[in-house]
Nanobody, 128 residues
């Protein structure tokens, strides 16, 4: 079992920055694929960014590419999302997700069904 706890959300003006953190329990954190998703009111949960456990390959939604950076600290069991040049349309609840290594290395990072564990979410609000 893996527990995920997000933090770092808040209110920021457009153009500003935030860094989200996701602290994970479990001794095999380094073997999990990790991702960030977000969900705005009245909309479906959407993919933001993902990082593989092997070689640290990263993937981004087109809407955040060049502005957001996902990274992980395996020793600290933490994954981060650095968000720069924030826009009002980035306003959402941001969720951390983890994919267990038993599911194999071949998957599409952007689908919620590919992940086994989810955090409770952290609110990000960007004012114009």
């Amino acid at each position: 079992q893996v527990q995920l706890v997000e933090s770092g959300g808040g209110l920021v003006q457009a153009g500003g920055s935030l860094r989200l953190s996701c602290a994970a329990s479990g001794r095999t954190f380094s073997s999990y694929g990790m991702a960030w998703f977000r969900q705005a009111p009245g909309k479906e949960r959407e993919f933001v960014a993902a990082i593989r456990w092997s070689a640290g390959r990263t993937f981004y939604a087109d809407s955040v590419k060049g502005r957001f950076t996902i990274s992980r600290d395996n020793a600290g069991n933490t994954v981060y999302l650095q968000m720069n040049s924030l826009k009002p349309e980035d306003t959402a609840v941001y969720y951390c997700a983890a994919r267990g290594p038993w599911r194999g290395p071949s998957y599409s990072e952007s689908y919620t069904r590919e992940y086994d564990y989810w955090g409770q979410g952290t609110q990000v609000t960007v004012s114009s």
